[in-house]
């Protein structure tokens, strides 16, 4: 069974400033890790993926994540937050459940709130 | 189509009615899921289609719950003798599958309020 944490249901930060949202996962099986954005009344849209490989993945809007093994961890971050980042962050792992559907387990997610 | 189209986009719906809901995936995507997000549980898995065949509805809450696909294509998600807790975004999302990868796309959602 696979599971992710996010910490911190609310995070605020001033514009200009690091986002750090901070994601930790279980899995049985080696993960494939996942953020996705959800700005309000939208679905999910990818931000970044691991799968293998280099352990630091870079993705939209200059966010970008580091798989640590050792911690089993995944922090999203980005150096300069902007006003537009205001959204709900979501953390996933993919695992095959046994039925072979590497469905999505979610994070409870992060709502970021940028400061002017 | 260009993205995952889910219809209707707002749904309200008596207690004990049923409803159905309906997700279009991308042209060509063999992977569907139906996710629920509400505020109480978060993001949750409800069923996975392969094709027309449903592998996985482990995440069904219950028996009120069904899903079918036809053609490979359209999803319809039906709801019976709708309650309360069935208040939630129903999320729906396709992928190609590549191996191991899921890196699923997910449409607007349907929010279904039961009043």
């Known amino acids: 069974a696979q599971s992710v944490t996010q910490l911190g249901s609310h995070v605020s930060v001033s514009e200009g400033a690091l986002v750090l949202l901070r994601c930790n996962y279980s899995?049985?099986?080696?993960?494939?890790l996942f953020w996705y954005v959800q700005y309000p009344n939208q679905g999910l849209q990818l931000l970044l993926k691991?799968?293998?490989?280099?352990?630091l993945v870079k993705g939209i809007n200059g966010f970008e994540a580091e798989f640590k093994k050792s911690e089993t961890s995944f922090h999203l971050t980005k150096p300069s937050a902007h006003m537009s980042d205001a959204a709900e962050y979501f953390c996933?792992?993919?695992?095959?459940?046994?039925?072979?559907?590497?469905?999505?387990?979610f994070g409870k997610g992060t709502k970021l709130s940028v400061i002017p | 189509g260009a993205g995952v189209s889910q219809s209707p986009s707002n749904k309200v719906t008596e207690k004990g009615k049923d409803v159905e809901l309906r997700c279009d995936p991308i042209?060509?995507?063999?992977?569907l899921y139906w996710y629920r997000q509400s505020l109480g549980q978060g993001l949750e898995f409800l069923i996975y289609?392969?094709?027309?065949?449903?592998?996985?509805k482990s995440g069904l809450p219950s028996d009120r719950f069904s899903a079918e696909r036809t053609g490979g294509s359209v999803s319809t998600l039906t709801i019976q003798r709708t309650q309360q807790e069935d208040s939630a975004v129903y999320l729906c999302?396709?992928?190609?599958?590549?191996?191991?990868?899921?890196?699923?796309?997910f449409g607007q959602g349907t929010r279904l309020t039961v009043v």
């Open positions: 999302a396709s992928s190609t599958r590549q191996g191991r990868i899921a890196e699923a796309f």
């Open positions: 899995s049985s099986v080696p993960p494939y």
């Open positions: 691991y799968t293998t490989g280099a352990t």
């Open positions: 996933a792992v993919s695992a095959d459940s046994g039925a072979g559907s590497y469905q999505l387990t």
């Open positions: 042209s060509g995507h063999t992977a």
């Open positions: 289609f392969q094709g027309n065949s449903a592998p996985d």
